[in-house]
Protein backbone atom coordinates (compact mmCIF):
# COMPACT_ATOMS: atom_id res chain seq x y z
CA UNK A 1 0.00 0.00 0.00
CA UNK A 2 2.40 2.38 0.96
CA UNK A 3 4.99 1.93 -2.46
CA UNK A 4 1.87 2.91 -4.47
CA UNK A 5 1.82 6.09 -2.26
CA UNK A 6 4.98 6.79 -1.70
CA UNK A 7 5.92 5.70 -5.96
CA UNK A 8 9.10 6.37 -7.47
CA UNK A 9 7.43 9.51 -9.21
CA UNK A 10 6.40 11.19 -6.36
CA UNK A 11 9.76 10.65 -4.81
CA UNK A 12 11.59 11.90 -8.10
CA UNK A 13 8.56 15.30 -7.79
CA UNK A 14 9.49 15.67 -3.70
CA UNK A 15 12.86 15.27 -4.25
CA UNK A 16 13.17 18.26 -7.26
CA UNK A 17 10.97 21.07 -5.40
CA UNK A 18 11.64 24.40 -7.21
CA UNK A 19 10.87 28.36 -5.79
CA UNK A 20 12.05 27.21 -2.30
CA UNK A 21 12.90 29.76 0.34
CA UNK A 22 11.00 33.47 0.64
CA UNK A 23 10.95 36.48 -1.68
CA UNK A 24 11.59 39.71 -0.58
CA UNK A 25 9.29 42.06 -1.37
CA UNK A 26 6.37 39.87 -1.50
CA UNK A 27 2.56 41.36 -2.85
CA UNK A 28 1.30 38.49 -0.46
CA UNK A 29 2.18 35.51 2.02
CA UNK A 30 0.17 32.43 3.66
CA UNK A 31 0.88 30.05 6.26
CA UNK A 32 -0.65 27.26 6.13
CA UNK A 33 -0.82 24.50 8.16
CA UNK A 34 -2.59 20.38 8.03
CA UNK A 35 -4.04 20.00 10.95
CA UNK A 36 -3.80 16.31 10.80
CA UNK A 37 -0.64 15.93 9.28
CA UNK A 38 1.01 18.61 10.37
CA UNK A 39 2.46 20.04 7.12
CA UNK A 40 3.32 23.76 6.93
CA UNK A 41 3.82 26.07 4.39
CA UNK A 42 4.71 29.84 3.64
CA UNK A 43 3.45 31.13 0.47
CA UNK A 44 5.04 34.46 -0.85
CA UNK A 45 4.25 35.53 -3.88
CA UNK A 46 4.09 38.74 -6.37
CA UNK A 47 1.05 39.60 -9.15
CA UNK A 48 0.78 41.44 -12.13
CA UNK A 49 -2.21 41.88 -14.21
CA UNK A 50 -3.95 39.46 -11.96
CA UNK A 51 -1.70 36.70 -12.34
CA UNK A 52 1.27 34.73 -10.21
CA UNK A 53 4.60 37.33 -11.17
CA UNK A 54 7.16 35.58 -8.75
CA UNK A 55 6.56 32.70 -6.43
CA UNK A 56 8.47 31.70 -3.46
CA UNK A 57 7.28 28.58 -0.92
CA UNK A 58 8.87 27.57 2.55
CA UNK A 59 7.33 23.63 2.71
CA UNK A 60 7.64 21.46 5.78
CA UNK A 61 5.74 18.54 4.55
CA UNK A 62 5.65 14.51 3.67
CA UNK A 63 6.60 13.49 0.12
CA UNK A 64 3.35 14.00 -1.04
CA UNK A 65 2.80 17.28 0.30
CA UNK A 66 6.26 18.38 -1.34
CA UNK A 67 5.00 16.56 -4.83
CA UNK A 68 2.22 18.41 -4.92
CA UNK A 69 4.55 21.95 -4.05
CA UNK A 70 6.91 20.96 -6.71
CA UNK A 71 4.46 20.72 -9.52
CA UNK A 72 2.46 23.77 -8.69
CA UNK A 73 6.27 25.61 -8.24
CA UNK A 74 6.56 24.43 -12.06
CA UNK A 75 3.65 25.84 -13.30
CA UNK A 76 2.26 28.61 -11.30
CA UNK A 77 3.99 31.26 -12.80
CA UNK A 78 1.54 32.96 -15.32
CA UNK A 79 -1.30 31.74 -13.80
CA UNK A 80 -4.67 33.26 -12.65
CA UNK A 81 -6.85 32.74 -8.97
CA UNK A 82 -9.59 31.11 -11.43
CA UNK A 83 -7.38 28.43 -13.15
CA UNK A 84 -5.60 28.06 -9.70
CA UNK A 85 -9.39 27.63 -8.35
CA UNK A 86 -10.32 25.45 -10.56
CA UNK A 87 -7.41 23.08 -10.66
CA UNK A 88 -7.45 22.99 -7.13
CA UNK A 89 -11.11 21.98 -6.72
CA UNK A 90 -10.21 19.37 -9.16
CA UNK A 91 -7.26 18.06 -7.20
CA UNK A 92 -9.68 18.14 -4.01
CA UNK A 93 -12.54 15.87 -5.99
CA UNK A 94 -9.95 13.14 -7.46
CA UNK A 95 -8.81 13.59 -3.27
CA UNK A 96 -11.57 13.52 -1.70
CA UNK A 97 -14.24 11.49 -3.96
CA UNK A 98 -11.43 9.67 -6.68
CA UNK A 99 -12.60 12.11 -9.73
CA UNK A 100 -9.98 11.29 -12.61
CA UNK A 101 -7.13 13.76 -12.17
CA UNK A 102 -6.72 17.59 -13.44
CA UNK A 103 -5.77 17.47 -17.22
CA UNK A 104 -3.84 19.74 -19.37
CA UNK A 105 -0.43 21.44 -17.94
CA UNK A 106 -1.60 20.12 -14.55
CA UNK A 107 -1.70 16.33 -15.47
CA UNK A 108 1.73 15.45 -13.67
CA UNK A 109 -1.21 15.96 -10.60
CA UNK A 110 -1.93 12.16 -11.55
CA UNK A 111 1.01 10.84 -9.73
CA UNK A 112 -0.96 11.65 -6.77
CA UNK A 113 -4.37 9.80 -7.12
CA UNK A 114 -3.40 7.07 -4.68
CA UNK A 115 -3.90 9.35 -2.12
CA UNK A 116 -7.70 9.09 -2.31
CA UNK A 117 -7.89 6.25 -0.02
CA UNK A 118 -5.53 7.85 1.94
CA UNK A 119 -7.81 11.03 4.24
CA UNK A 120 -5.00 12.11 5.89
CA UNK A 121 -2.68 12.78 3.57
CA UNK A 122 -5.23 14.84 1.69
CA UNK A 123 -4.08 18.05 3.80
CA UNK A 124 -0.63 17.42 2.63
CA UNK A 125 -1.37 17.73 -0.98
CA UNK A 126 -3.69 20.21 -0.84
CA UNK A 127 -1.29 22.80 1.31
CA UNK A 128 0.50 24.15 -1.14
CA UNK A 129 -2.57 25.14 -3.29
CA UNK A 130 -4.98 26.57 -0.75
CA UNK A 131 -1.72 28.86 0.84
CA UNK A 132 -1.42 29.88 -2.57
CA UNK A 133 -4.93 30.86 -3.24
CA UNK A 134 -4.83 32.49 -0.03
CA UNK A 135 -2.42 34.73 -0.93
CA UNK A 136 -3.96 35.61 -4.22
CA UNK A 137 -6.88 36.54 -2.68
CA UNK A 138 -5.31 39.10 -0.20
CA UNK A 139 -3.95 40.52 -3.63
CA UNK A 140 -6.92 39.97 -6.29
CA UNK A 141 -10.00 40.10 -4.00
CA UNK A 142 -10.41 36.66 -5.80
CA UNK A 143 -13.04 34.26 -3.11
CA UNK A 144 -10.45 31.23 -3.60
CA UNK A 145 -11.54 28.12 -2.32
CA UNK A 146 -14.89 27.91 0.35
CA UNK A 147 -13.91 27.70 3.79
CA UNK A 148 -16.44 24.46 3.37
CA UNK A 149 -14.25 22.88 0.88
CA UNK A 150 -10.58 23.86 2.64
CA UNK A 151 -8.53 21.05 4.06
CA UNK A 152 -6.27 22.99 5.56
CA UNK A 153 -6.00 25.72 8.15
CA UNK A 154 -4.56 29.28 8.09
CA UNK A 155 -1.89 29.11 10.58
CA UNK A 156 -1.14 33.37 11.09
Given at each position: MLDALYSKDVLRRA?????????QTPDATSVR?????GSRITVDLSVRDGAVADYAQDIHACALGQS??????SKVIGRDAAELRDVAEALRAMLVDGAPPPGGDWADLAILAPVHGHKARHGAVMLPFEATLEALAAVTGDPGIPVDRQLTKNAS
Open positions: ASIGRTGRLVSPVCSAAILA
